[in-house]
């Protein structure tokens, strides 16, 4: 079971910080991921880390976002900066143990799902 938090409302150039707890004591061996859905579009990859804690970034946030986890406390996080408007969504984790690289940005591949959380970033 997957819990994300730490959504909200931020000026554009903010931050915002969303963590994700996972139950169960594999949680290390799991590829943890961040995708986003906006309104009206397809959910989308933002991040990845593996089990090795290698991470993996979409274009779009890399050198804005990081991707980190914390296995002791069986959290993910997503540490989000220079926000922009339109990195407006819904952001959800999700986890997978047997993910090879080439699948790690398409989300049918991960077999668990927490529920959203919204950023939402003004202009």
């Known amino acids: 079971q997957l819990q994300a938090s730490g959504g909200g409302l931020v000026q554009s150039g903010g931050s915002l910080r969303l963590s994700c707890a996972a139950s169960?004591?594999?949680?290390?061996?799991?590829?943890m991921g961040w995708f986003r859905q906006a309104p009206g579009k397809e959910r989308e990859f933002v991040a990845a880390?593996?089990?090795?804690?290698?991470?993996y970034y979409a274009d779009s946030v890399r050198g804005r976002f990081t991707i980190s986890r914390d296995n002791t406390k069986n959290t993910v996080y997503l540490q989000m900066n220079s926000l922009k408007p339109e990195d407006t969504a819904a952001y959800f984790c999700?986890?997978?143990?047997?993910?090879?690289?080439?699948?790690?940005?398409?989300?049918?591949?991960?077999?668990?799902w927490g529920q959203g959380t919204l950023v939402t970033v003004s202009s």
């Open positions: 169960g004591n594999t949680f290390s061996r799991y590829t």
């Open positions: 999700a986890a997978d143990r047997s993910l090879i690289l080439s699948t790690i940005a398409i989300p049918k591949e991960y077999d668990y």
């Open positions: 880390i593996r089990w090795s804690s290698s991470t």
